[in-house]
């Protein structure tokens, strides 16, 4: 329960879970990077204007230098928050959060392109991408444990 709430809250705010378990100097350091990233990026504003369906603007109004950074920084938070919580009980935990990252990174660089004629913008089109980059992560790391385990 304690890798599951420490990975919620960092996916509330990357440097929460860091906090909630005792590691202060990596959750200032989450929180830093956070914020730095998020105002560098415009992202507030990038949100704002996909949740308004404004995706032209969101795209003109986004940094994506600094955006591209905040896929990893995100995710390394939330899987940092949920291994030091105990969440790395099995291996391969790390899997889903870097395919997840990589999937996330693709989806905004190609964020401004439309694909089948839908403009999906540097926020909807991340967040599609995450879902495959998890799933796959979760089939890669099944294939390795199975493997892992039939070598035993």
């Known amino acids: 329960m304690r890798a599951t709430e420490s990975l919620l809250w960092s996916i509330a705010l990357p440097g929460f879970g860091q906090l909630l378990n005792r590691k202060y100097i990596k959750g200032i350091l989450f929180i830093i990077l956070e914020f730095t990233i ?10 704002k204007h996909s949740f308004q369906g404004d995706i ?10 600094w955006l591209m950074f905040y896929p990893c920084v995100y995710l390394f938070a939330a899987w940092d928050a949920f291994r030091d919580a105990g969440g ?26 439309p694909i089948f004629h839908i403009l999906f913008g540097p926020v909807w ?28």
């Open 56 to 65: 032209e603007q969101a795209i003109n109004s986004c940094n994506y230098s």
């Open 88 to 113: 790395r009980q099995s291996p391969y935990t790390f899997l889903p959060f870097v395919f997840a990252a990589y999937f996330v990174t693709v989806g905004l660089i190609f964020s401004d392109q």
């Open 125 to 152: 089109l991340p967040i599609l991408a995450l879902i495959p980059g998890v799933l796959i992560g979760f089939i890669i790391r099944t294939i390795l444990i199975r493997i892992h385990n039939s070598l035993d």
């Open 38 to 47: 998020n105002v560098q990026a415009n992202f507030n504003v990038i949100i």
